[in-house]
C-alpha cells in the first residue's frame, strides 16, 4: 500500500519562510513521481510545484515563481518545497500527490491525474 507523508507545516509571519518534505512509501514502485498541490477553503485543489526526476526539470505555479523552491531525492522518494518570503495568500493546506508513471508535462497541473496522495499539512501566513 502506498503511503504519502508530508511534514513541515506551520504559522510563520508574513515574509517569512517554511519549508515542506514529503516522503512516499509502500506499493510496488522503486520510484514515484511527486508534485505538491494545496487547497484554501473555498476553493479548488491547485497545483504549486512538480520536480521532473527524468528531465531533472522544475515546474512552478506563476503565483509561486521567484519564491518557492523545489527539490528532491528521487531514489529515496523525497521532495522538499522551500518556501520564501511567504504571503497571507499562501495560506493553505498543502498536499503531496504521487503515482507511478512519469506524466506528461501538459498534466502535471491537474489534480485528477495524480493518484496517492498525503493527509496534508497546513500552512498559515499571518500579517
Known amino acids: 500500500q502506498v503511503q504519502v507523508t508530508e511534514s513541515g507545516g506551520g504559522t510563520v509571519l508574513a515574509g517569512g519562510s517554511l519549508s515542506l518534505s514529503c516522503r512516499v512509501s509502500?506499493?510496488?514502485?522503486?520510484?514515484?513521481?511527486m508534485a505538491w498541490f494545496r487547497q484554501a477553503p473555498g476553493t479548488e485543489r491547485e497545483f504549486v510545484a512538480h520536480l521532473d526526476w527524468t528531465m531533472k526539470r522544475t515546474y512552478l505555479a506563476d503565483s509561486v515563481k521567484g519564491r518557492f523552491a523545489i527539490s528532491g531525492d528521487s531514489a529515496a522518494n523525497t521532495l522538499i518545497l522551500r518556501m520564501n518570503n511567504l504571503e497571507p495568500e499562501d495560506t493553505a493546506t498543502y498536499f503531496c500527490?504521487?503515482?507511478?508513471?512519469?506524466?506528461?508535462?501538459?498534466?502535471?497541473?491537474?489534480?485528477?491525474?495524480?493518484?496517492?496522495w498525503g493527509q496534508g499539512t497546513q500552512v498559515t501566513v499571518s500579517s
Open positions: 500527490a504521487a503515482r507511478m508513471n512519469r506524466i506528461v508535462v501538459s498534466g502535471i497541473r491537474r489534480a485528477e491525474n495524480w493518484y496517492y
Open positions: 509502500g506499493g510496488t514502485s522503486n520510484r514515484y513521481h
